[in-house]
């Protein structure tokens, strides 16, 4: 019987501070819930947190936190590839080589870059570089879908012309991808400030953001001290005033999975906010909890999880030294006789 071609993705995720709910609800649990569907790479992208100074203690001690929290998460080794971006070499090589095709232009273009680097007297080239690396990430594994939140779609868009590029000036057959941004959860924004995305970089401003290891209490106190407004409606709504009470809803929704409707008339008796930001802080308790517990476990079994990442590494090296070694011929470097 023919094999069936089932589709790859790839995603990506910084190992630069506590995984907050965005990242959670905007990325990894939409990994998770597809995991079994198509051939999946998920990749701890240590050269890319490496961009904006960094403690080595600390992005050491994140890496390995966040790889066992990718896990916790629900990501299984059977059924998808999880594994440290320095530990396949091939993703700096490309890097280097779609360098040499990407106009400058392009990357001064990029929206993160701008708002990274705004007032800054001196940034690292590898801030500017930062897309092209996140294109060989997504271009060396033939990856036709890249699941990320809405904050990552202009890079995957880069990517995507990055590709057309190079097989314009070559003969080459590089898979155009495609960014999947989810309906719901794709842009979770900050509980103290629900104009703003909910970011890594203001996780330690109180009241924020909700990281997945926080305490139940903790999170109960984020979600009660969450902005709403002045009125009492409970409802869906892309009104400016109504942006924290439409976020807290949209955190439930995805979690619940349950429909904008059913939603709306579960609540349609509430009290006010307070019955709203009860039930949000419960269902995030619940989730979070075996989450917590999956991650405690994997964090005291340092064995284990160094061979899920080592059996992760090399399945992700087998692929993207094949499309490597592809990309080296089509532009004329000579490749090493074995
Ligand atoms: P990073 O580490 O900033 O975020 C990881 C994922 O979380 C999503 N995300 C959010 N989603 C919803 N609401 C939020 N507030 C929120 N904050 C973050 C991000 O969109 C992302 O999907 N450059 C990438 C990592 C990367 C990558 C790649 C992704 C490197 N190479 C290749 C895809 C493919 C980044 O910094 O994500």
Redesign the pocket.
Known sequence: MAKEIRSRV?????P?GNVHL??Y???IKGWVQRQSEKDNFF?I?DL?ALTVPNDPKQLNTQTRELSAMLFACGLEPEKCTVFIQSHVACHSEGAWILNCITPLGWLERMTQYKDKSKGKNSISTGLLDYPVL?AA??LLYDANE?P?????KQ?VELARDIALRFNSLYDSDLIVPEPVIPAV????MGLDNPLV???KTYSNVRGHAIGLLDEDKEIDRSIKRAVTDSGNEIRFSDAIESAGVNNLLSIYRVITQKTEIEIESEFANARGYGDLKKRVSEVIIEELNPIKDKYNRLMSDVGELDRLLSSGAQKAEEISRARLNKIKQTIGLVLPKN
């Open positions: 790839f995603s990506g995720i910084q630069s965005g990242n609800l905007g990325a990749c992208v890319h996140m990430d997504i890249v990320v939140g809405e904050d990552q890079h959860g794709a842009r979770v995305k909910m970011s």
